[in-house]
């Protein structure tokens, strides 16, 4: 088995987003891991899951070391991501033929790919890559530049791995509530505090809040500090590892409470700027927390297709009852257009890195709406995929279980729901960024040539006119702007996934004439958008190509589209 064999989404993606030469070095590792990710990964994912960390506050000698035990599996699974296929240092140096660094899709594909197998290990390996970009962006001095060069090392002797401490027990959404307190000691800090959900709890590099003296009494009293696991000396810094979190999900990967006891630290950039400089790594994290929940919902779909083909109901596979394909379909629609959204916001986050001023607006406000809308709608699609297996898929012994339990992490970490639908509102705010979006995508949808879609389209083309008048009515909205968000980001982000559907359906089209992904944009635009259950269900007789990847002539093509409005 192959997880890049089984996705008739990213090949063709990768086409319209890469270089041949990105093509071309991305093939033979992509894969290979897609094979060692469904027959090595996932069964160690299942048996690492079922033997989560342990922690050893003391030594046999009454030392205080808090040491974290993984099981084996954990640790080959570790080896796989940071060594083997190095998925924290992609964004950072060359690896796997690539004499620099690759664009950041390289990083978001491989990664989309090994989650599938193991959704936990995914948060320190995130973390990693996002610590080594802050330190890189706002950091100076020897200690941090050899935090960095160790972050981004592939060396078992030699890797650091990263992790974030900033929630304290009254100070989550609110960081002005900051209680943990740095003072200066010498050149550096030491730090004193409590964090209550620290995951990674035994990274070597820690990024940290602290309150600095004479700070503001709001997030500009609240500077940024590194945090290593061994002082210069090599000796243990001064922090303890309270207790590890009994969770619902992640049961692989630890999450603990720390208490700083005047730990030695060390500032990154300016202190008043420090809570805009974390900012820096949560919204690297938030990328990627809607890249995994795209991978969890590619695996589910994966796990209930191989079920209802052969299940068999009443004479026949479970996958030819009509209704069967109807709840199918609209999951494999909505993981292509997931999908589809997170490849163009990782072509935007590049875009913007380079110094494209569009590009940086526009990740700015796509970053909180793909974490927002896919992290959420990862729920029912795991939900539903573990249904369609019925009993077993509710038995710890299947997978479904465990990646329904994962599922509902995205939506909380790094910023839950309505936290993330906030900082969309900033973005409103700030840019007007619901027209920038409104102006890019109606761009791609009027340059299309794709006449078989031409109802979509039009469809299209109305609501996005409707949706820039309702994000203008809600900034005028003052007192009510804050409770219409969250609809109004999920709606604004399926307007987006569906056009990018379009645009790279075309793309398709215009390569090899090939017209399977416009049907995915058409059952994504009926089910998700226009509510048109019909038009799904003229689409239900060439289910096999859709989730196969089998081409499409333009006569099937042609033959769907949206049903009148009377």
Avoid at 176 to 204: C, H, I, M, Y
Avoid at 369 to 382: D, S
Avoid at 459 to 465: D, P
Avoid at 505 to 532: P, S
């Amino acid at each position: 088995m192959n997880y890049v064999d089984l996705d008739p989404a990213l090949a063709p993606l990768i086409e319209s987003y890469l270089d041949p030469a990105d093509r071309a070095l991305l093939a033979p590792v992509l894969s290979a891991l897609g094979t060692d990710a469904a027959e090595r990964l996932a069964p160690l994912a299942d048996v690492a899951d079922k033997n989560p960390p342990t922690l050893a506050q003391f030594d046999r000698e009454g030392d205080r070391v808090d040491a974290i035990d993984y099981h084996a599996s954990y640790q080959e699974l570790q080896k796989a991501a940071y060594e083997e296929y190095g998925l924290s240092a992609l964004s950072h140096r060359g690896l796997h033929g690539w004499d620099e660094a690759p664009p950041h899709l390289i990083k978001y594909i491989l990664s989309y790919v090994f989650v599938q197998a193991e959704f936990g290990l995914a948060c320190p390996v995130s973390m990693t890559d996002a610590a080594a970009r802050t330190l890189r962006k706002f950091g100076e001095g020897e200690q941090i530049a050899e935090a960095v060069e160790r972050l981004i090392s592939t060396d078992p002797e030699h890797r650091f791995t990263g992790a974030m401490f900033m929630t304290e027990i009254q100070a989550g959404t609110d960081i002005a509530q900051t209680s943990t307190v740095a003072e200066r000691d010498g050149e550096n800090w030491t730090l004193s505090g409590r964090k209550w959900f620290a995951s990674n709890p035994d990274a070597d590099i820690i990024l940290t809040l602290a309150r600095f003296p004479g700070g503001e009494d709001s997030t500009r009293g609240v500077g940024l500090f590194m945090l290593p696991k061994r002082r210069p000396d090599g000796t243990k810094n001064s922090y303890v590892i309270d207790r590890l979190k009994d969770k619902l999900g992640t049961r692989s990967m630890p999450s603990g409470e720390v208490t700083l006891n005047g730990a030695y630290a060390v500032q990154v950039g300016a202190l008043e700027r420090g809570f805009r400089q974390m900012a820096e790594m949560v919204n690297t994290s938030r990328l990627s927390n809607a890249m995994r929940a795209t991978a969890l919902m590619r695996r589910s779909i994966n796990e209930a297709l191989a079920h209802a083909r052969t299940r068999v109901v009443f004479g026949e596979p479970l996958v030819k009852a009509p209704l069967m394909r109807m709840t199918l379909l609209p999951l494999q629609a909505e993981a292509e257009a997931a999908l589809g959204l997170v490849f163009h916001s990782g072509d935007m986050l590049q875009r913007g890195d380079a110094g494209d001023a569009d590009a940086a607006a526009q990740i700015r406000v796509l970053t909180p709406l793909a974490k927002h809308y896919i992290c959420k709608r990862v729920r029912f699609v795991a939900g539903e995929a573990m249904e369609v297996r019925g009993g077993r898929g509710y038995i710890e012994e299947w997978p479904d279980a465990r990646l329904v339990r994962d599922s509902h992490l995205g939506s909380i970490w790094e910023g839950s729901s309505n936290v993330i639908a906030l900082d969309v509102l900033r973005c409103l705010r700030k840019q007007n960024t619901h027209r920038l979006l409104a102006q890019s995508m109606t761009a791609k949808l009027n340059d299309s040539t794709l006449a078989e879609a031409d109802s979509e389209i039009r469809e299209l083309l109305s609501r996005w006119e409707a949706i820039v008048s309702r994000g203008d009515a809600l900034l005028a909205a003052q007192s009510e702007a804050e409770a219409l968000i969250g609809n109004y980001a999920d709606d604004l982000a399926q307007l987006i996934m569906a056009t990018l559907l379009l645009e790279q359906a075309g793309g398709e089209v215009a390569r090899e004439e090939n017209y399977r992904t416009l049907l995915v944009a058409k059952a994504f635009i009926a089910g998700a958008i226009a509510r048109d259950d019909t038009a799904v269900a003229r689409l239900l007789s060439h289910f096999e190509d859709i989730v196969d990847g089998v081409a499409v002539s333009r006569e099937v093509a042609a033959s769907t589209t949206l049903t009148p409005v009377a």
